[in-house]
């Protein structure tokens, strides 16, 4: 028997719902492999209204890592939340020896808030060491307005706009995750191949408990690249494959709600329209 093998370079979320935890959990359900590089480890106290800590592990430890996971030949790479300049140019090297093409990019940025400026540096590490390798990047409105340059993104031309410019740093596939702060009747993304922008929309489930979404989708298409799937149907698949996630969420606390992962096996998929723009 053959399987596919899968490797996130990513946080770990302690509480389960998102980085490393979802990324594993996403390649189980595609059937494949999945290996971790852990590089931040994310916790939550639930004494002070779930205040985030963020320990970044040492270079020469994930280095360590990613020699061991390389050792068994990955099929494809994604990327999750990389906490440091010197971890991203880590993670862009690891990649680089590895020699694999399958390569998901979900550019984690670390904010508080969507209006607050991040590290400069930070955002010209990913475009230097991560958008150059990547065969899809799966920015949100957030850090697709910070990699394009433009801004706050508010509209579908603004997203093709930016998939534009970050297309143009090097990343052969952009998709832009329209998410609840897009003003649109439906659930709305936007992937464009470099030619082609293409929209994809399901029906907007109206809920909170979307913890781990963005990790979720970007790992479904990394478990697809590995099992074949051409890049269009790999994400195309994923969209499905959230859309049902998100529609199942589930409350884990008073806190936060994570996606259902094994969503799409049990109950099926919501529909995804896809439309050229």
Same mark, same amino acid.
């Given at each position: 028997?053959?399987?596919?093998?899968?490797?996130?370079?990513?946080?770990?979320?302690?509480?389960?719902?998102?980085?490393?935890?979802?990324?594993?959990?996403?390649?189980?359900?595609?059937?494949?492999?999945?290996?971790?590089?852990?590089?931040?480890?994310?916790?939550?106290?639930?004494?002070?209204?779930?205040?985030?800590?963020?320990?970044?592990?040492?270079?020469?430890?994930?280095?360590?890592?990613?020699?061991?996971?390389?050792?068994?030949?990955?099929?494809?790479?994604?990327?999750?939340?990389?906490?440091?300049?010197?971890?991203? &140019?880590?993670?862009?090297?690891?990649?680089?020896? =590895?020699?694999?093409?399958?390569?998901?990019?979900?550019?984690?940025?670390?904010?508080?808030?969507?209006?607050?400026?991040?590290?400069?540096?930070?955002?010209?590490?990913?475009?230097?060491?991560?958008?150059?390798?990547?065969?899809?990047?799966?920015?949100?409105?957030?850090?697709?307005?910070?990699?394009?340059?433009?801004?706050?993104?508010?509209?579908?031309?603004?997203?093709?706009?930016?998939?534009?410019?970050?297309?143009a740093l090097g990343a052969k596939n952009v998709v832009i995750k329209g998410g609840k702060q897009l003003k649109h009747?439906?659930?709305?993304?936007?992937?464009?191949?470099?030619?082609?922008?293409?929209?994809?929309?399901?029906?907007?489930? &109206?809920?909170?408990?979307?913890?781990? =979404?963005?990790?979720?989708?970007?790992?479904?298409?990394?478990?697809?690249?590995?099992?074949?799937?051409?890049?269009?149907?790999?994400?195309?698949?994923?969209?499905?494959?959230?859309?049902?996630?998100?529609?199942?969420?589930?409350?884990?606390?008073?806190?936060?709600?994570?996606?259902?992962?094994?969503?799409?096996?049990?109950?099926?998929?919501?529909?995804?329209?896809?439309?050229?723009?």
């Amino acid at each position: 028997m053959s399987i596919k093998k899968t490797l996130t370079i990513a946080g770990s979320d302690t509480s389960g719902g998102a980085g490393i935890q979802a990324d594993l959990k996403t390649f189980q359900e595609h059937g494949t492999y999945g290996m971790n590089v852990l590089t931040v480890v994310a916790t939550m106290d639930p004494d002070n209204g779930w205040s985030h800590g963020v320990f970044s592990l040492p270079v020469d430890e994930i280095k360590r890592q990613a020699k061991t996971a390389l050792s068994t030949n990955v099929d494809a790479i994604k990327t999750g939340m990389l906490s440091t300049e010197d971890i991203i &140019e880590t993670a862009g090297k690891i990649i680089e020896e =590895a020699g694999v093409q399958s390569v998901v990019i979900d550019p984690v940025m670390v904010c508080k808030g969507e209006d607050e400026v991040l590290n400069p540096g930070t955002v010209d590490a990913m475009i230097a060491f991560l958008l150059p390798r990547a065969l899809v990047v799966t920015p949100n409105l957030f850090e697709a307005g910070q990699l394009s340059g433009l801004g706050a993104l508010k509209t579908i031309e603004d997203m093709k706009a930016a998939a534009e410019k970050i297309h143009a740093l090097g990343a052969k596939n952009v998709v832009i995750k329209g998410g609840k702060q897009l003003k649109h009747e439906k659930a709305v993304d936007l992937f464009f191949d470099g030619q082609t922008h293409i929209l994809l929309e399901t029906e907007k489930t &109206e809920t909170t408990y979307n913890h781990g =979404a963005g990790c979720t989708f970007a790992a479904a298409i990394t478990a697809n690249l590995a099992n074949g799937l051409s890049v269009a149907d790999s994400v195309f698949e994923a969209k499905e494959f959230v859309s049902a996630a998100i529609a199942h969420g589930w409350k884990l606390n008073q806190y936060v709600g994570p996606v259902l992962h094994g969503a799409k096996g049990k109950f099926g998929a919501p529909e995804v329209t896809t439309t050229t723009v």
